[in-house]
């Protein structure tokens, strides 16, 4: 059994019976540590190949390296403004209205936040309160819940069903009642590698339409849709922008997780709201990074453009590697992940696979039963492709071989 804590599950924890201290209440009795931390503390201690948690293992590029330095010397060490960094946000709207034609004010409709995740924690905070009720979509990025449950609000979670993953927008108009307050979307979506459509919108426009309900839309991926085609933003969807938070993050656009600023876009009203929580929460981001990042924009308005390319190639070169296994690989529209299926070599139970995989073929990767509230047998697990060529090449390696060993002993 692995290790880490799973929703309703506490596994492995000794120390709640020896310990005689007592016990906090806990607001989330039923969360464990994430599955990205655990398996990329696993996959260290193991020595293992870590196709986990989605962070790059080559180098950011040198340039913004030399200009957070630059930032330092010049004084920027103070704390930044709590919206952020206003040269900041006027290369943001500048890379909005690149990137989707939309006029956005940076004055009051971009708020700098620490990653994207501060951004979905802050703007829940702002809007939903004890007894509403949230819809989210499973499988759903792992902080989506907490952060609702947190707020005192309820998270209704509707299916994506594999191998699909499509919306069941009937269900989703079934599913809304007068304590729904928001909706939940994530586009390209982790950990299901899908897009959602410009009908999709639509769709929920229409269902939303005339009702207090707003929408999240976690947008991190939005330069990384594959195949021509183009990410659909709610920033797109003149109806839905008017009531939506849309997040983003630099830590994808900039293959630097570690920098954590990422930034939420929504109407003044909203953002108005989303501020008085984030001044409470993480009040300012770094000064120096804020700085840095701007100038960085103004060098390279462009840089989201070379993104999709760039992992699309390594999206190919890991499905090309593993062509012709026993593993299936479902349609990557975007993200940069892969999921891997390993229904013909196995029996459903991605928990107990992603564990075989990591202790006896040396490979980390990220199931999905964590993304759901009840999760089916599952038969994918998620593979990240933001790494080096010959990291990807090696890992590949390592699982066609794993594959072959399985066939060979059935
Ligand atoms: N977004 C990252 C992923 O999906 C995880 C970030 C984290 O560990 N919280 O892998």
Known sequence: MP??????????????????RPAPVSKLPDVGTTVFTVMSRRARELGALNLGQGFPDYDIDPRITELVAAAMSAGHNQYAPMEGLMSLRERIAEKLFRSYGRK????S????TLGATEAIYSAIQAVVGAGDEVIAFDPAYDSYEPAVRLAGARCIRLPLSPPSFAYDWSRVR??????????????????????????????LAAAIRGRPILVLSDEVYEHVVYDGHKHASVLLHPELAERSF????????????GLRVGYAVAPAPLTTELRKVHQFNTFSIAHPLQHAIAAYLAEKPDIGDGLAGFFQAKRDRVRAALAGSSFALPPARGTYFQLLDFGQLAPPGDLAFAERLLTEAGVATIPLSPFYENPPPLTVLRLCICKRDDTLDRAAERLRSFAEQLAHRR
């Open 109 to 112: 409709e971009i708020t700098v």
């Open 174 to 203: 079934d599913a809304l009642t007068e304590r729904t307050r928001l909706v939940l979307i994530n586009s390209p979506h982790n950990p299901a590698c899908t897009t959602i459509t410009a009908e999709d919108l639509d769709q």
């Open 104 to 107: 956005v004010n940076p004055e």
């Open 3 to 20: 290790l880490w804590r799973l929703r309703g599950r506490a596994v492995g924890d000794k120390r709640q019976t020896a310990d005689r």
């Open 246 to 257: 849309a997040v983003f993050s630099f830590g994808k656009t900039l293959h630097a997780t």
